[in-house]
């Protein structure tokens, strides 16, 4: 039979590396704790309108990257292409911000029909939070903070820099695209294909584009931050000074916009040199609009969503990866049908008194020698052999396997007791 292969750009994690994401997993966890963000969890398929409307019908991501299809009853359906859409529909949906101001985050599987290359797949993982309800300043930095943190847990601190821009109000934004439109005109021969169609429609991510023949036009294309009025300005200068008083190293990037719709005000990325092309590890924003314009009554909001493959990449470059953890701490090797059944039933009576102990059974005819080889691999620090000597004389073997250490015949009642004192 030919094999069946996964779908381009979907990858397997394999128990290799799910030892990494766990770690990963487990440090954001904790984190979410301690800053007071709940987790949610929202279905990966919506309504494809929910993306269209959120972030933006001229952006890559809804012009060109969502899985959409027609579903049996007719309705077109999208597998979730980013996290805050649905997590702000999903808020709405249960009252949540109803007087209240929730953190959220979330964690999992966000896909886009993008071409595949290293840091860039088709179904990736992200993990956001969304902070809802306050339009400060302070909470801005706190959100920066929290992603700051990780990096500083993660031991990646040093590698990684934090950009930052403020798009300002929908008002100062249809300003300032007239200005920009009137400045890509002036050069419109220069503009690729893609450009050109967004001239009109959605100059600000002419600014966003990653073909290189356009960074110097855009380079010089007039600055979002020279049309911000007062009220703006001042949100933007102090996100700046918190910034500088907890000690967080920035850099005002003027062409920051961000490749959605629904940002205003303060915009963020962490970027990295380390990874190539793909060096956006973490991005996030001001989306003060978007719950009005899912239904909802007006309530700011700021999030950043960050990429979990990116991230992992980075702790492999940097070696700040934990050793992986051995399989086993005891392996029972068994000879024949009796003693197999007593090392089924001495290893669960083991569970239920050690909890914390990991124990692989053999459970297959395999000989005395492969058995201890598996032992060995596992990375059990004992194996208990039981054989037909054994059961005849009523006693386990105990074999030593990472010390030099004799090895010792114990009665099979004495056993767990000589393993809880001896782990
Ligand atoms: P890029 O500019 O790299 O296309 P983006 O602006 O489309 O990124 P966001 O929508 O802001 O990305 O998503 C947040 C993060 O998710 C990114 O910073 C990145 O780390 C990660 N990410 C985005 N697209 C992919 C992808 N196709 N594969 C893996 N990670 C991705
Ligand atoms: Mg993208």
Avoid at 63 to 88: H, I, N, Q, W
Avoid at 410 to 420: A, D, K, T
């Amino acid at each position: 039979m030919q094999k069946i292969q996964a779908i381009r750009g979907m990858n397997d994690l394999l128990p290799e590396n799910t030892g990494h994401w766990q770690y990963f997993e487990k440090i954001i966890l904790n984190l979410a704790k301690r800053y007071g963000y709940q987790e949610i969890r929202f279905p990966l398929l919506e309504k494809t309108e929910l993306f269209t409307r959120s972030v933006g019908e001229v952006t890559d991501i809804v012009e060109k990257e969502m899985y959409t299809f027609t579903d049996r009853s007719g309705d077109s359906l999208t597998l979730r292409p980013e996290g805050t859409a649905s997590c702000v529909r999903a808020a709405i949906e249960h009252g949540l911000l109803h007087n209240q101001s929730p953190k959220l985050w979330y964690r999992g599987p966000i896909f886009r029909y993008e071409r595949p290359q290293k840091g860039r797949y088709r179904q990736f993982y992200q993990v956001g939070f969304e902070a809802f309800g306050e339009k400060t300043p302070e909470i801005d930095v706190e959100v920066i903070l929290i992603s700051h943190r990780l990096w500083q847990e993660l031991g990646i601190a040093n590698h990684v820099a934090l950009e930052i821009n403020s798009l300002g109000s929908n008002e100062e934004r249809a300003c300032y695209r007239k200005e920009l439109i009137t400045y890509f005109e002036k050069h419109q021969a220069v503009l690729d294909a893609d450009s050109q169609r967004r001239l009109y429609t959605n100059p600000l991510r002419i600014l966003d584009s990653k073909n290189p023949a356009l960074q110097q036009l855009i380079e010089q294309a007039p600055k979002l931050l020279d049309y911000l009025q007062a009220d703006s300005l001042n949100h933007f200068t102090k996100v700046c000074q918190l910034l500088e008083l907890a000690g967080i190293k920035y850099k005002v990037n003027p062409r920051l916009v961000r490749g959605l719709d629904y940002y205003c005000q303060t915009v963020f990325e962490w970027v990295t040199t380390a990874l190539g092309a793909q060096g956006t590890i973490c991005a996030g924003g001001r989306y003060d609009g978007l719950v009005e314009l899912l239904g909802g009554k007006a309530t700011p909001a700021i999030g950043f969503a960050m990429g979990v493959e990116r991230i992992i990449e980075l702790l492999f470059e940097f070696k700040k990866l934990p050793p992986s953890e051995s399989l086993a701490d005891i392996y029972f090797v068994a000879i024949g049908e009796q003693a197999k059944a007593k090392s089924l039933v001495l290893a669960e009576q083991l569970r239920t008194t050690a909890l914390h102990l990991k124990i692989i059974v053999n459970h297959n005819d395999s000989g005395f020698k492969s058995q201890l080889k598996r032992a060995d691999q596992s990375g059990a620090k004992l194996a208990v052999i039981i054989g037909e000597d054994e059961l005849n004389q009523g006693k386990a073997t105990i074999k030593y396997l990472r010390v030099e250490k004799p090895q010792q015949q114990i009665e099979f009642n004495q056993l767990i007791q000589l393993i809880n004192n001896d782990q």
